[in-house]
């Protein structure tokens, strides 16, 4: 388990960094996110293996995590908050269940039968309520630290 926990902050570091450079902040912003991103993607990663909690509580705590950790590290970086917090959800947004949400609406336009309808009905709405709830919750967990510590998420890019 300490492997895959190490290979999930690993990959999650160098996505948040290519996402950070699409972005094209201050060169020393992208350590930031790197560790932002390994610290939340490692939180939802034990919550839901450890733990045994669901994909959309453990975002929204790994979301939280991320946005306490965004406004703490954005007056060292001097970078606004905002610059470290979007490029370290990213690796967190739910793919592969908007890709199966996305295949089984193809597949109920495909099959005309009553019961391969349902079922990729069912599917469909599955992975798109789960696809939904975990970007909600992600926008929630993100923000809220945003909102409890105005002073320092708004501190940082202003002269000390």
């Known amino acids: 388990m300490v492997v895959e926990l190490f290979q999930d902050a690993l990959f999650a570091a160098v ?3 290519g996402f950070s450079a699409i972005s094209n902040p201050p060169r020393r912003a992208y350590l ?3 560790l932002i991103a390994a610290a939340g993607h490692s939180l ?5 293996h450890s733990a045994g909690w669901h994909i959309v509580l453990s975002s929204l705590c790994a979301a939280a995590l991320i946005g306490l950790l965004a406004v703490l590290f ?5 970078i606004p908050a905002e610059s470290a ?3 370290a959800l990213l690796p967190m947004i739910p793919g592969i269940y908007a890709y199966k949400t996305f295949g089984a609406l193809v597949m109920c336009m495909y099959y005309g039968g009553e019961k391969e309808f349902l079922h990729y009905f069912y599917l469909f709405a599955n992975n798109g309520l789960t696809t ?3 970007l909600l919750a992600m926008v929630v967990g993100a923000t809220i ?3 409890l510590l105005p ?9 000390l």
């Open 15 to 17: 996505a948040a960094i």
């Open 85 to 87: 917090l979007y490029p």
């Open 132 to 134: 939904f709830f975990i």
């Open 74 to 78: 954005s007056p060292h970086a001097r």
């Open 32 to 34: 930031y996110c790197a």
């Open 44 to 48: 939802r990663f034990c919550l839901m």
């Open 151 to 159: 002073k320092i998420s708004f501190q940082a890019t202003r002269q």
């Open 145 to 147: 630290p945003m909102f």
